[in-house]
């Protein structure tokens, strides 16, 4: 069964399973035990089969889950990266200036030794 | 003299560095046009994120407490139960296990799986904000290297005693900047769009995963509502009189704590669906189009606000 046809059920059931107790109180209400008791045993089947349902989805899911963030991790290492070389780059301009002013002192510095 | 022709040698291979910078920063200037990143859209979209997110959580520990008090009372009041069944068996290094997994077990779990995959969206969408912010390349660096690069050109050229205006000097030392700006510039904007269009699929799946853990959780929590509703009954039938009040106010609570998680859910599953298009928006910020207002990201964020919103109230009713 698909995942979407499982949460479809598990809807299905749930809403079943509040009408089955909206029912039950009824009878107490108007003290039809043993109609509530009857209805109790279907109540019970009813919650086993949930609770089997809710188990496989989130089962299901956490693997889901881990599989997605193995991609978006590998995905943002690269994006760090990214960002990283672009950062390199700004320091590759910086030290071009810086270099530029350096060998315009030297320049100078020979300048005033030929004089 | 030999000397100050050596110096012309490094004079002009700096000023080819420099005219080199120039060159591709005219064409990539041309290139980039009007085109400009948003940078608020990226934090938006980031925030609105982080809101959802919470959301999600708050409605997951709502459910995760009903269905762990449903399991308490289903056990202790179950004469087939036996204590055993709750005993832990450890296995091999921090392994353990029960014999039979409670359901409140399993939803402990996906919190913490919801919580890494979150952490791990949540950190991609805040590296798109630091790629898109306009700090990563920061024109008023560039401004001052434009000064340093005016003020050492025209020490070297007076020394050099070369004839050149200052307003050429300055055009000259401005261009070559505003050059090298445009070319990291033109880097930052071509990795943002790779890093958009290629995590697209990963934000449908995303979005798709989160609405199907929303759908799980609202059949929980509809059938965990009805556990909630037992002891209160079987109070209520107990009792009679004023000491009913208690009872009502406690049905009368739990029904506003089911009501605003609903609300929530419902709320989440908008966002989440508004989650790939706002995503969309993203690179479409990156066109020269004027009229992107990022309408996605406006809906995702109105949609986030309204949860902020929700998310206090649940947290009130639950009190």
Known sequence: MKTNDKILLLDRLSVCYNRVNYLIALCKEQALTDEANRLGRRKERLKLEIDGLLRDLYANWVGDAKALKVKLETSNQSMDEAIKEIERQIKVAENIVRATGYIDGVIKVAIDLVK | ?319
């Open chain 2, 1 to 319: 003299m030999r000397m100050k022709k050596r110096n012309f040698t490094t004079v002009r291979k700096t000023v080819w560095t420099l005219g080199g910078w120039l060159a591709s920063g005219i064409v990539l200037g041309l290139l980039l046009g009007c085109a400009s990143t948003k940078p608020d859209l990226f934090v938006q979209y980031h925030n609105a994120v982080r809101e959802t997110q919470s959301g999600v959580d708050a409605v997951l520990s709502l459910n995760y407490h009903w269905t762990r008090s449903g399991f308490i009372d289903d056990f202790s009041k179950d004469t087939n139960s036996r204590l055993s069944r709750l005993m832990i068996q450890p296995g091999a290094g921090y392994e353990w296990s029960l014999p039979e997994s409670p359901v409140y077990l399993e939803i402990k779990r996906t919190r913490s799986s919801l919580a890494e995959l979150n952490e791990a969206f949540a950190n991609y969408t805040s590296l798109l904000a630091r790629l898109a912010s306009r700090d990563l390349v920061n024109p008023a660096k560039f401004e001052q290297w434009t000064k340093d690069l005016n003020r050492s050109t025209t020490d070297a050229l007076k020394a050099l005693n070369l004839d050149v205006s200052s307003a050429e000097i300055s055009l000259f030392s401005a261009a070559s900047s505003e050059a090298a700006r445009l070319f990291i510039e033109n880097h930052r904007q071509r990795h943002l769009k790779d890093a958009i269009e290629k995590n697209q699929t990963n934000v449908v799946q995303y979005s798709a995963l989160c609405v199907s853990l929303l759908h799980t959780i609202r059949g929980n929590l509809k059938a965990y509502y009805v556990d909630q509703t037992k002891p209160i009954q079987e109070a209520w039938n107990a009792s009679a009189g004023d000491k009913r009040k208690k009872n009502t106010e406690a049905m009368l609570n739990l029904n506003e704590q089911y009501a605003d998680a609903m609300r929530i859910l419902q709320e989440l599953e908008t966002a989440y669906n508004a989650l790939p298009e706002a995503h969309a928006d993203l690179a479409r910020a990156f066109m020269a189009k004027p009229k992107t207002t990022g309408e996605g990201i406006q809906r995702l964020f109105s949609s986030a606000r309204r949860l902020d919103h929700l998310h206090q109230q649940l947290q009130q009713s639950g009190k």
